[in-house]
């Protein structure tokens, strides 16, 4: 160790961060001798900060990325690869819509942690949250809720989330994150499947033996349709189902499940109506196609689609398709899965974004995560295990994301944030489609709900040059699809910031 620490304190002063390789010319830490100098002392005592103190613009004072964040950088490409990181936020200095960097700039955040900050940053209704002791022990003393739930769980089960959850859908389990939450919302399905099929809750031995070596009729050969440019977790079985960039599913062993066209419209939709139809019909008759096909060999226990597919592209598909691929789903007797992962929790204007589409009765299981804070899904009683454990891990949950959700929806209740988010995304719509009437050779097919709103570039080229001047000005947005470019606000983000924004953006727009 002492022969590292050597080696490290001898090497050169920070140097621009050129990824994994720039670690040779980091300055020590004066603390350990080993790593770079952190931007705050580590042992800092912890403060609350008032988020009223949101700027009045973005401000960038360094180069992007500054200095300190390309020294963290460095020292964490000793430990991971850190490629994907952009900047090293500092979170005690974010307010509201701004997110701040330890290189002193602040952000005008359309992005919001990849569509996951429904407030804001630092907001004081979630910073109080914590503040009574039954509050802060809920969080330290971190159960396994399958198994040992504290006293109040079933309550806030049922004040909290089925407060906001989809008509009829009375039932849900919590879970870590939305990639979990895909995979048990999965083996809810296939538990229904094959419970219909083998008209009984009981297992044979010959079940019971073949289960453990992966083998049917114990482990059986059912699927999940998906749909191209769908993107829904990282685990193997949301793999098997995603379809979004090659990078994510290489190298690994995935499931043979089958995947359908999703509708690729062209915009503006008004006048576009006859090719969109085309692609609703063509989309739809594949997806029987594949059912009808499958139904031998890996036959379909559910189908699971994005209402808006996010990573994909922001690609859109009318109330009419949604309506006829739930009755698909119902006439072939399989479930219906809406992942609303990104789109649940206020951004399009609505608590769901399927609820746009005029369904007959909502899905069969509604997954979410992000802005909800904990990961999970609503689903009907119907598809309830009649076994324990098999829907089951250590910890099912947070109770402390709970007592977070619950001042989340008071405060969009209190603030009438699903109106700010109508406001404000009316305001960008319009703003982004004149810039694209204006300057149709940058950006183009400008579509959205609320807030949850995408545009493209003429190429990804464009896009990521585009995304980087951006980042120069004070704007952090997200990419996504092969050429566009995602807003994902908070649902705090006002009129004046989507003002702010356009104006960059339009500035940003005429430096191409």
Same mark, same amino acid.
């Given at each position: !160790?002492?022969? $590292?620490?050597?080696? #490290?304190?001898?090497? %050169?002063?920070?140097?621009?961060?050129?990824?994994?390789?720039?670690?040779? @010319?980091?300055?020590?830490?004066?603390?350990?001798? $080993?790593?770079?100098?952190?931007?705050?002392?580590?042992?800092?005592?912890?403060? /609350?900060?008032?988020?009223?103190?949101?700027?009045?613009?973005?401000?960038? !004072?360094?180069?992007?990325?500054?200095?300190?964040?390309?020294?963290?950088?460095?020292?964490?490409?000793?430990?991971?690869?850190?490629?994907?990181?952009?900047?090293?936020?500092?979170?005690?200095?974010?307010?509201?819509?701004?997110?701040?960097? #330890?290189?002193?700039?602040?952000?005008?955040?359309?992005?919001?942690?990849?569509?996951?900050?429904?407030?804001?940053?630092?907001?004081?209704?979630?910073?109080?949250?914590?503040?009574? &002791?039954?509050?802060?022990?809920?969080?330290?003393?971190?159960?396994?809720?399958?198994? /040992?739930? =504290?006293?109040?769980?079933?309550? $806030?089960?049922?004040?909290? *989330?089925?407060?906001?959850?989809?008509?009829?859908?009375?039932?849900?389990?919590?879970? !870590?994150?939305?990639?979990?939450?895909?995979e048990y919302a999965y083996k809810s399905a296939f538990i229904w499947y094959r419970t219909q099929q083998r008209g009984t809750?009981?297992?044979?031995? &010959?079940?019971?033996?073949?289960?453990?070596?992966?083998?049917?009729?114990?482990?059986?050969?059912?699927?999940?349709?998906?749909?191209?440019?769908?993107?829904?977790?990282?685990?193997?079985?949301?793999?098997?189902?995603?379809?979004?960039?090659? +990078?994510? $599913?290489?190298?690994?062993? *995935? +499931?043979?499940?089958?995947?359908?066209?999703?509708?690729?419209?062209?915009?503006?939709?008004?006048?576009?109506?006859?090719?969109?139809?085309?692609?609703?019909?063509?989309?739809?008759?594949?997806?029987?196609?594949?059912?009808?096909?499958?139904?031998?060999?890996?036959?379909?226990?559910?189908?699971?689609?994005?209402?808006?597919?996010? @990573?994909?592209?922001?690609?859109?598909?009318?109330?009419?398709?949604?309506?006829? *691929?739930?009755?698909?789903?119902?006439?072939?007797?399989?479930?219906?899965?809406?992942?609303?992962?990104?789109?649940? %929790?206020?951004?399009?204007?609505?608590?769901w974004c399927h609820e746009h589409f005029g369904l007959h009765s909502s899905p069969d299981i509604v997954i979410f995560s992000?802005?909800?804070?904990?990961?999970?899904? /609503?689903?009907? &009683?119907?598809?309830?295990?009649?076994?324990?454990?098999?829907?089951?891990?250590?910890?099912?949950?947070?109770?402390?994301?709970?007592?977070? *959700?619950?001042?989340?929806? &008071?405060?969009?209740?209190?603030?009438?944030?699903?109106? #700010?988010?109508?406001?404000?995304?009316?305001? +960008?719509?319009?703003?982004?489609?004149?810039?694209?009437?204006?300057?149709?050779?940058?950006?183009?097919?400008?579509?959205?709900? =609320?807030?949850?709103?995408?545009?493209?570039?003429?190429? %990804?080229?464009?896009?990521?040059? +585009?995304?980087?001047?951006?980042?120069?000005?004070?704007?952090?947005?997200?990419?996504?699809?092969?050429?566009?470019?995602?807003?994902?606000?908070?649902?705090?983000?006002?009129?004046?910031?989507? @003002?702010?924004?356009?104006?960059?953006?339009?500035?940003?727009?005429?430096?191409?």
């Open positions: !160790m002492r022969d $590292r620490a050597a080696r #490290v304190a001898g090497r %050169g002063r920070t140097a621009k961060m050129t990824g994994a390789d720039s670690v040779s @010319e980091i300055e020590p830490c004066m603390r350990c001798k $080993r790593r770079p100098r952190h931007p705050f002392p580590l042992d800092a005592a912890l403060t /609350f900060v008032d988020a009223s103190k949101e700027p009045d613009k973005p401000e960038v !004072m360094t180069e992007v990325p500054g200095p300190k964040t390309q020294c963290l950088l460095a020292e964490l490409n000793q430990m991971q690869q850190a490629g994907a990181v952009q900047l090293f936020a500092d979170y005690n200095n974010s307010y509201g819509n701004y997110l701040a960097d #330890v290189d002193g700039n602040r952000f005008l955040d359309v992005f919001t942690q990849i569509s996951s900050v429904p407030l804001g940053y630092n907001h004081p209704n979630l910073l109080n949250a914590f503040k009574s &002791e039954h509050a802060l022990r809920s969080m330290i003393n971190r159960p396994a809720l399958g198994v /040992f739930p =504290g006293s109040d769980w079933p309550c $806030r089960m049922r004040e909290v *989330l089925l407060s906001i959850a989809p008509r009829g859908l009375d039932h849900v389990h919590t879970m !870590m994150c939305g990639a979990c939450a895909n809750t009981n297992f044979t031995q &010959e079940e019971m033996n073949t289960s453990l070596m992966n083998e049917p009729p114990g482990c059986p050969n059912v699927s999940i349709l998906s749909f191209m440019g769908s993107f829904h977790g990282r685990t193997t079985g949301a793999l098997s189902a995603t379809r979004s960039k090659p +990078l994510h $599913r290489l190298d690994f062993p *995935l +499931l043979k499940w089958p995947v359908a066209s999703f509708p690729q419209y062209k915009y503006p939709l008004a006048l576009n109506v006859r090719h969109n139809g085309v692609q609703d019909v063509n989309c739809l008759q594949e997806v029987q196609n594949l059912i009808d096909i499958y139904k031998d060999c890996y036959p379909v226990a559910a189908v699971v689609v994005e209402p808006i597919q996010a @990573e994909g592209g922001d690609r859109e598909a009318s109330p009419q398709f949604f309506q006829n *691929l739930q009755t698909i789903c119902k006439k072939n007797g399989i479930i219906f899965i809406m992942d609303e992962v990104q789109t649940g %929790g206020g951004p399009t204007g609505k608590m992000k802005k909800m804070q904990t990961g999970g899904f /609503f689903f009907t &009683e119907a598809l309830k295990p009649a076994q324990p454990y098999r829907i089951f891990n250590t910890w099912m949950g947070d109770p402390g994301k709970l007592i977070l *959700l619950e001042k989340i929806i &008071e405060t969009i209740n209190k603030e009438n944030l699903l109106d #700010v988010v109508k406001k404000s995304g009316e305001i +960008l719509m319009n703003g982004l489609l004149k810039m694209e009437k204006d300057m149709s050779g940058l950006i183009n097919s400008v579509r959205g709900r =609320g807030t949850f709103i995408a545009y493209d570039c003429k190429d %990804g080229e464009t896009r990521d040059r +585009l995304n980087r001047i951006l980042k120069e000005k004070g704007v952090i947005s997200g990419p996504c699809g092969d050429k566009s470019i995602r807003l994902r606000p908070a649902l705090t983000f006002q009129p004046k910031h989507a @003002e702010i924004y356009l104006d960059i953006l339009r500035k940003s727009l005429k430096e191409l």
